[in-house]
């Protein structure tokens, strides 16, 4: 088995050469741009397996890769970047990395939730610009927290959360339990939790899952964290719940467009705090992914 990683930037790279076993099948590592569509049957050519962090890899330029029939995806949204049904239909079959950076967001959540709680990036930009603001902020003990959605992320949330000495709500699409947390209807976890926080897969069913009408029905001054994914929430909704007050503060990781383009509404208003799609990005969670996709590769 040969394998190449098609698009690594220099700390992958190392952890590759730092991880890797003598005995694991070959691996050779692209460090320049990732290619174009049109250069992969080229690029790819002898290879059995590739791994991919963000490269577009399209069904016919795949096609064209006699040799091809693994892709190991650097994380979970494979579907994003090319049809995985259609390419297990063509002989490839695509392999992601679940829970790899569980802790990692859901440590990043509870930042976002607590800097929004207490509007810390709205003072650090004011102190920064000579001002020395004092804004009265939310006390979380004793506060609810909602989570919508509940997979290995939102029960390290919760988890957090619950020690913390908040109450945890949760809503799920099936059934689920958890030490310490009360799942309950959606619209009951709309109405009491002071602070909202998607959880939610990106399908066509929840797309725009947080959308004007639930928004509406939401507690007056909520929270809303997003860590998840951006189509999760009707943007145009959320800006318009943030001008009126129903969302007191949106702590938000995910755009629907990124990097966020300069002048968005977002970048505008003062009750939100912004992060750079960085929930997972920690040490710790690149060695587990790096790991856990070297892992999948000694079994082909």
């Keep these: 088995m040969r394998g190449l990683m098609i698009d690594a930037d220099a700390p992958t790279a190392s952890l590759l050469?730092?991880?890797?076993?003598?005995?694991?099948?070959?691996?050779?590592?692209?460090?320049?741009?990732?290619?174009?569509?049109?250069?992969?049957?080229?690029?790819?050519?002898?290879y059995d397996f590739v791994l991919d962090d963000h490269t577009e890899l399209p069904t016919d330029a795949l096609s064209a890769?006699?040799?091809?029939?693994?892709?190991?995806?650097?994380g979970t949204g494979a579907a994003s970047y090319m049809d995985v049904t259609a390419l297990a239909s063509r002989g490839i079959r695509v392999h992601t990395i679940k829970g790899y950076a569980d802790t990692a967001v859901a440590e990043h959540t509870i930042a976002l939730m607590w800097a929004a709680a207490r509007d810390l990036a709205r003072m650090d930009r004011s102190i920064r610009a000579g001002g020395w603001p004092g804004p009265t902020g939310i006390q979380l003990t004793g506060k609810t927290l909602g989570l919508i959605g509940f997979g290995g992320i939102a029960a390290e949330v919760a988890r957090i959360a619950c020690g913390s000495g908040m109450r945890v709500l949760a809503w799920n699409r099936t059934a689920r339990a958890a030490l310490g947390v009360t799942f309950v209807d959606l619209d009951l976890l709309l109405t009491e939790s002071h602070v909202l926080s998607l959880h939610l897969l990106l399908t066509e069913e929840t797309r725009g899952f947080l959308g004007a009408e639930r928004l509406h029905r939401v507690r007056e001054g909520v929270i809303l964290v997003n860590t998840a994914r951006a189509a999760l929430v009707d943007e145009a909704a959320m800006i318009a719940a943030l001008r009126d007050g129903r969302i007191a503060h949106a702590a938000l990781d995910v755009f629907t467009t990124e990097p966020l383009p300069a002048g968005h509404a977002f970048t505008r208003l003062d009750n939100v705090t912004l992060s750079a799609h960085s929930g997972f990005r920690t040490a710790e969670a690149s060695e587990a992914l790096i790991g856990r996709a070297l892992d999948i590769a000694r079994t082909l």
């Design 65 to 74: 890769c006699p040799d091809l029939r693994h892709v190991i995806f650097l």
């Design 17 to 46: 050469e730092r991880l890797r076993r003598p005995s694991d099948p070959v691996l050779d590592i692209n460090r320049a741009d990732p290619p174009a569509a049109a250069d992969l049957p080229r690029m790819l050519r002898g």
